[in-house]
T-cell receptor, first 117, second 110 residues
Framework: GAVVSQHPSRVICKSGTSVKIECRSL??????MFWYRQFPKQSLMLMAT?????????EQGVEKDKFLINHASLTLSTLTVTSAHPEDSSFYIC?????????????FGDGTRLSIL | EDQVTQSPEALRLQEGESSSLNCSYT??????LFWYRQDPGKGPEFLFT???AGEEKEKERLKATLTKKESFLHITAPKPEDSATYLC???????????FGIGTKLQVIP
């Protein structure tokens, strides 16, 4: 149980392109999903918390106009990196709480490796 | 601000050589401490949640323990398939955010 699927697993695109990443909870409903960014040899950095049906809450220093988050259903959240540049290249990972909400651990997708040329 | 420090950064063990990974934390009221395993190019895989000092949990060759200031992940007689990065994370009471450490990269040599 508590399977989170993330798509695509890898994206390579030109500078200036917008890229959408999907995060789905396959066997449970996720009212809250999280988006992280991970650089090599660094910890997972929370970018934003995504609540179904409401605006995402962004961490300090994360540009909300650059990283658009939509959580329109209980099983799907999307992260769109707008007008991506090489410095946006990173490993992006989503997660969701299992059924039971905040008393449960987060379950993670397998991440998206984004490379901007 | 919540902080998580993991040591060592990297650990190389012979197959069967038991050891422990350390996670030191500071948090304003612990809701939960989490251990995850992360393989290269993959998302973290959940291992354990610990909620209060003195609690212990086991799964196969892994055992996690918790005190008021730190947690240990004990690995007994590791196998090469235990090679991965092990992440520790904490969540404070009343907050959704989980703070992660950098992890310990474990390599088990046959």
């Amino acid at each position: 149980g508590a399977v989170v699927s993330q798509h695509p697993s890898r994206v390579i695109c030109k500078s200036g392109t917008s890229v959408k990443i999907e995060c789905r909870s396959l066997d449970f409903q996720a009212t809250t999903m999280f988006w992280y960014r991970q650089f090599p040899k660094q910890s997972l950095m929370l970018m934003a918390t995504s609540n179904e049906g409401s605006k995402a809450t962004y961490e300090q220093g994360v540009e909300k106009d650059k990283f658009l988050i939509n959580h329109a259903s209980l099983t799907l959240s999307t992260l769109t990196v707008t007008s991506a540049h090489p410095e946006d290249s990173s490993f992006y990972i989503c997660s969701a709480w299992g059924s039971g909400g905040g008393n449960q651990p987060q379950h993670f997708g397998d991440g998206t490796r984004l490379s901007i040329l | 601000e919540d902080q998580v420090t993991q040591s060592p950064e990297a650990l190389r063990l012979q197959e069967g050589e038991s050891s422990s990974l350390n996670c030191s934390y500071t948090v304003s009221g612990l809701r939960g401490l989490f251990w995850y395993r992360q393989d290269p190019g993959k998302g973290p895989e959940f291992l354990f949640t610990l909620y209060s000092a003195g609690e212990e949990k086991e799964k196969e060759r892994l055992k996690a323990t918790l005190t008021k200031k730190e947690s240990f992940l004990h690995i007994t007689a590791p196998k090469p398939e235990d090679s991965a990065t092990y992440l520790c994370a904490v969540q404070a009471e009343g907050y959704q955010k989980v703070t992660f450490g950098i992890g310990t990269k474990l390599q088990v040599i046959p």
